[in-house]
């Protein structure tokens, strides 16, 4: 099957616990064990994702275009240090940590980076990967804190990626909708089965 054709979604599918048993069984195809770079992976994770629900709008966000992001914040401390040595910090190693940094993602673009840092965390994807836990956000407005990348969004649900055998957050996957209310608890239960099955699939 051509790489692309991963993101069908089947007319016969129509309701949402349906769409992610279809869609985690799509990525889980999609994530070849021979392959295990997360950044391979987590640009495969985010298009089919973004691409599944585009084709599963009819059903999804009351009929509209609904999800209008999708994608990944990681610990900068996962990212390859600087080979051009002008560009390392002061102790010749790596640039700030106590970062979340933009990853692979589809839709338009987004804030590079979210601060995780004592004193200065801020917004829904930093208390998702602090608390280790995934935040739904119904209304972005009335959420403390959240980071408008996009004007048009209304709600949002961020999962956290955790490395079980670590006990550590490497990062979280976000997701943005166009009308209020778009993520409920059927969606939260699908994407934390496709985060546990992103981490599973890539080296760290
Ligand atoms: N809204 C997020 C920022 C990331 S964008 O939505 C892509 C937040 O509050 O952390």
Redesign the pocket.
Known sequence: MPHADSALVPETITTKAEFWAHTYSQLEALLDSQQRNWVTNLSNASSLLYSSLLAFSPHFGNGQRAVN?CGFYLDSELFPQPRNPSQRGESGVRAPSGRLLLGPFNGKP??QY?NIAPGKAR????DAFLQKRTVVVSDVESYPG????DGE?RS?IVCPLILREASGVLGVM?L?CLVVGGFDNEDKAGLEKIAELIVTACDW
């Open positions: 992001w987004a804030c979210i917004g829904v994807c930093a959240h980071i408008a990348c969004t949002e976000d943005d």
